[in-house]
């Protein structure tokens, strides 16, 4: 699997910024993590990736820039259109929906910056949000969403035949959104994979797949083995994992528990929780402190089972009890990725986005050290995640493999 880190956790969105940020972020993380070479997940708000679309000149700046630092991109997020790192974000990262023009014209443009970047003989792939938040959501978004995910199969299959590079989109479950877990995006997509629809609303499976978050994955209590069976058995595949970790607190109810969770409480993000109750039903919260209880007028969860927050926790990072992350879910999910049909070519791309939103403790006190961070979240990925010891790891012109 090729590794890399996304770069949504920079807040640069033109190009000079981020080529910027390639030189004071990510060719210093290289260097920290020890690799010849480094993938790197490139975020490209929309402006941003329409731009490079137009102009082969700024694509060749971008490339001459990622060479200079001996990085690579085989893998792009999508999901944010823009303004990530606004003071607050919340539910505006959810726009526009797969049910609007701008997202699909977005997605393309992606698609074909990505397919000039790619190195030789690479696959790239496209990170996306689950069509929308919940609500409101129509059958006619629906029908919408359906035939822009049809037009996409269509364009990239154009594209491979045009450029010999094949780009793959992957569909990123969350909680709280349409399509909310994996057994959602399951469903959804192959339910129109089959004859029976008309071509402008067939979804080819070969060019549209699944994003695996393991955060997400987590928060939805979702057995991580079970959850990469049904996507292989409904004849899709993986196209790439998201390395990231949950905030997890086991019992509610321990000294300093709400405390302790209460201190990631902060007001750019959305962090979803959802509890696991004895019977195995899992309650849902759509903000942390929402699940809290903030007023009188909502209560929050009862706290009686085991929480997950949807708050990425640094890979290698161990919160201080009675909080844990969900690693282990993160271990589960990769091993069973790699034994699954194409698991191998499923891009392994570490998101831990959340850096700035830390608490003090933790917080990052500059540029250095969030390269020291990031660094060691690559070197936790590789040996926890790729490196077996039936399996080497070595690192070639393009990128480091398992």
Not at 206 to 216: A, F, I, K, Q, W
Request: glycine share 6%; aromatic share 6%.
């Amino acid at each position: 699997m090729l590794l890399s880190y996304c770069t949504n956790v920079h807040p640069s969105e033109d190009l000079d910024g981020v080529i910027d940020q390639l030189a004071r972020y990510s060719g210093p993380v290289r260097a920290a993590a020890g690799l010849d070479t480094l993938g790197v997940g490139l975020w490209l708000p929309a402006e941003l990736a329409h731009r490079l679309d137009a102009s082969a000149e700024d694509r060749e700046r971008l490339r001459t820039a990622l060479a200079e630092h001996r990085l690579q991109v085989h893998t792009l997020n999508a999901f944010p259109y823009g303004g990530f790192h606004r003071e607050v974000v919340k539910l505006a990262v959810y726009s526009p929906t797969w049910a609007e023009r701008a997202r699909l014209d977005y997605v393309l443009a992606c698609a074909r910056v990505l397919a000039d970047l790619l190195p030789d003989g690479a696959s790239g792939s496209i990170s996306t949000l689950p069509l929308a938040w919940r609500a409101p959501w129509t059958r006619a978004d629906d029908d919408e969403a359906t035939k822009a995910f049809a037009t996409v199969s269509a364009e990239l299959r154009e594209l491979e035949r045009r450029t010999g590079r094949t780009v793959r989109i992957a569909v990123e479950p969350e909680p709280g959104c349409v399509l909310d877990t994996v057994e959602d995006v399951v469903a959804w997509l192959a339910a129109r994979t089959g004859p029976e629809w008309p071509e402008d609303r067939r979804i080819d499976p070969e060019y549209v797949g699944v994003c695996l978050d393991t955060c997400h994955l987590a928060v939805s209590f979702a057995d991580p083995a079970g959850a990469v069976r049904r996507i292989t058995d409904a004849g899709l595949r993986v196209v790439k994992v998201q390395a990231s970790a949950a905030l997890e607190v086991a019992d509610l109810s321990a000294p300093g528990a709400r405390d302790a969770v209460g201190r990631f409480v902060e007001k750019r993000y959305l962090h979803q929780v959802r509890e696991l109750t004895g019977s195995g039903d899992v309650l849902a919260s759509d903000d942390l402190p929402v699940a809290l209880g903030d007023t009188d007028r909502r209560p929050g969860l009862p706290g009686e089972g085991p929480w997950r927050v949807h708050f990425h926790v640094p890979l290698h990072h161990e919160p201080a009890p009675p909080l844990t992350a969900t690693t282990q879910v993160l271990r589960d999910a990769v091993a069973a990725v790699r034994a699954a049909p194409h698991g191998s070519e499923a891009h392994l791309d570490v998101e831990t986005y959340t850096w700035s939103v830390l608490p003090p403790d933790v917080l990052p006190g500059g540029a250095d050290e969030l390269v020291t961070g990031i660094a060691a979240e690559l070197r936790w990925a590789r040996e926890n995640l790729l490196v077996r010891a039936d399996v080497t790891t070595t690192t070639s012109s393009e990128g480091t493999y398992a």
